[in-house]
């Protein structure tokens, strides 16, 4: 009983601090904007119990709105800050994409190549896929590939365990068939990335964006290192707050496993608005739609996937965003430059869909835009 008591009272404390917002408006929304924005996160928090959340809106690169809200760490009782260090999950497929942009660029990728001319001895099955294929998700793979022990994954994984898992997990359909997210599939993309350059995924995404840009709490996620100010995952299980039990390491994780901080993705952003990011011509292609699923020349709307993003136009409105499993999101209205990053701490299963809360404060921010009708949910 006494137990059960405790358990409530951590619980309803977090939730009540969850109420509580530092906000910092930073270059001129007005103030009934910033409010109502933060009424709207409040709001999310209470109905969805995420116990914190990390917010930016940028316009043409320029901060308008750094905002934290909530607990990092529920238990301990520590706040968000804009130096909280997410785990970002599949928002890190962006990055992988930027990648590999940069070495098509360079002529040392080419799109319409197949996989295996820079990776050796892969099942024959593999023989007609294209890094296109594998950037847009039709390359035929699985999904989740990694061993399992009685249904249950490792707590490590090298990254030459996981080729090996992934050339023994069957292909889902014939490459360049059908559509299905795969996470096999940016993992495949990683190991090119490290081929054709000699170094390790996160050494080149270092060394080629995070320290050019300042990004220097962006890292790769690493389980056993004491990383400051990292932010505890949460889940709902029937309707409880949880620790969520994401403890497993992965060698090379080009799909999931960049940790990042609200400052650090603020830099990205910027880099991305000012060219810093990106040669021009490659941020150009960034958001243009690799594969397109629908097409409506007549009414100007599509919705395709990129270099690691979703892109979508619909009502003279072009976006491109991605969210991650564990609470994240980056929705970049393009004609119009406006950013919105979301960061939380409570997975996407549990809670309201941070794709829908990034379009919630582009609109109380821009109240002619309207959200694509086919925008992922």
Not at 15 to 25: G, R, V, Y
Not at 164 to 184: F, K, L, N
Not at 309 to 326: K, L, P
Request: charged share 20%.
């Amino acid at each position: 009983m006494i137990a059960a008591v405790t358990r409530a009272a951590v619980f309803l404390i977090g939730i009540c601090l969850c109420t509580i917002s530092t906000a910092e408006t930073l270059i001129g929304l007005s103030q009934s904007v910033d409010l109502a924005v933060d009424a709207r996160i409040n709001a999310y928090m209470q109905d969805s119990q995420i116990p914190g959340v990390a917010l930016a809106v940028l316009e043409r690169g320029a901060l308008r709105k750094a905002a934290t809200y909530g607990l990092a760490n529920v238990e301990l009782g520590a706040a968000v800050t804009r130096q909280s260090v997410f785990e970002l999950a599949s928002v890190t497929k962006q990055f992988t994409g930027a990648a590999v942009l940069r070495l098509v660029g360079e002529d040392r990728i080419a799109l319409d190549a197949p996989l295996t001319r820079y990776l050796e001895n892969t099942p024959e099955a593999w023989s007609a896929i294209t890094i296109r294929q594998l950037l847009v998700h039709r390359a035929g793979l699985a999904h989740r590939f990694e061993e399992k022990h009685h249904d249950s994954f490792l707590m490590d994984y090298s990254t030459e365990n996981m080729l090996a898992s992934a050339m023994h997990t069957p292909m889902q359909s014939e490459s360049g068939t059908d559509w299905s997210y795969s996470d096999q599939g940016y993992f495949l993309l990683g190991l090119v990335i490290e081929k054709v350059t000699g170094q390790t995924y996160a050494q080149y995404l270092t060394d080629q964006f995070f320290t050019p840009l300042g990004m220097t709490a962006t890292r790769r996620l690493e389980q056993a290192a004491v990383i400051p100010r990292r932010v505890a995952g949460y889940t709902l299980q029937d309707g409880r707050l949880e620790n969520d039990r994401r403890d497993w390491q992965f060698g090379q994780m080009a799909h999931f496993g960049i940790l990042s901080t609200l400052d650090d993705l603020i830099r990205w952003d910027q880099g991305l608005a000012d060219g810093t990011a990106l040669p021009e011509m490659a941020l150009q292609t960034f958001f243009d739609p690799l594969y397109l699923f629908q097409e409506d020349p007549a009414t100007e709307s599509l919705i395709g996937y990129g270099y690691g993003w979703w892109i979508e136009q619909a009502n003279g409105v072009r976006v491109a965003h991605h969210s991650g499993y564990t609470g994240t999101v980056l929705l970049r209205v393009l004609d119009r430059g406006l950013t919105v990053i979301i960061l939380t701490n409570l997975d996407q299963p549990s809670g309201p869909g941070t794709i829908n809360i990034a379009w919630d404060v582009a609109q109380l921010v821009d109240p002619d835009l309207a959200r694509p009708q086919w925008s992922e949910d």
